[in-house]
């Protein structure tokens, strides 16, 4: 069975997965899940998911969810180029800097969460943009307070010359600011560590304006 992804089109989540598929050259399906219309409510994904968010990657018959636990599941099977350092110091400073937008961040600005706002406390898409925005900026000044930090281990790229998971992350992070209009001048650092990113075509090319039912793109 192959690797088959749901996931959206501007989903940042999937956006992670698609740039570790391309870093280890793995081919796969990506079957889009409408998570603006609705679609992760549909009975078929809910029964796929019943959490009814995105990424789900199918592999072997098993189900991952979880954009971080997916990384992690594609460095175990696909350990070249590794994602993640050997040592037990690094590999936590890697999920913790990763962390910092995967769950401090980007849970504050998915469609549900402004919905929920806009439903429950009558904000209207105004409004929901200044949410996200407000966020995305403290995420990325956290990230630039750590990438700065004395303990930090910042180099080409987040932790060092290599590229880890803690990179997509960060990518993913300055996808949804240039999204939303956020702030990216507030953090040189980061925004020099993912320039670098985005000249890998793993990166630029799993960018969500470049997918299939994006915005100029074939539907």
């Known amino acids: 069975m192959g690797v088959v992804l749901y996931g959206f089109w501007r989903s940042l989540a999937t956006y992670r997965v698609r740039v570790a598929l391309n870093l280890k050259k793995i081919s796969y399906e990506e079957r889009s899940i409408d998570i603006v219309r609705g679609q992760q409510f549909d009975e078929l994904f809910s029964q796929i998911n019943p959490q009814h968010v995105l990424p789900v990657l199918i592999h072997d018959g098993k189900r991952i969810t979880q954009s971080l636990a997916i990384l992690e599941y594609i460095n175990d099977i696909w350990p070249d180029p590794p994602l993640i350092p050997m040592h037990a110091v690094e590999r936590a400073a890697v999920r913790a800097l990763s962390l910092i937008t995967i769950a401090d961040t980007h849970p504050l600005i998915v469609p549900r969460t402004r919905k ?99 915005p100029c793109q074939p539907q």
Do not use: M
């Open 116 to 214: 929920y706002i806009g439903e429950n406390h009558e904000r209207g898409e105004d409004s929901q943009l200044i949410w996200a925005r407000h966020w995305l900026d403290l995420g990325s000044e956290a990230i630039e307070d750590y990438l700065t930090g004395a303990d930090s281990s910042a180099d080409l790229y987040a932790c060092g010359n290599a590229i880890t998971i803690a990179d997509i992350a960060l990518a993913s992070h300055v996808v949804g600011v240039e999204l939303f209009g956020a702030d990216l001048s507030i953090a040189p650092t980061l925004k020099k560590i993912t320039d670098r990113c985005f000249l890998n075509p793993a990166f630029s090319g799993a960018h969500p304006l470049k997918q299939s039912g994006a």
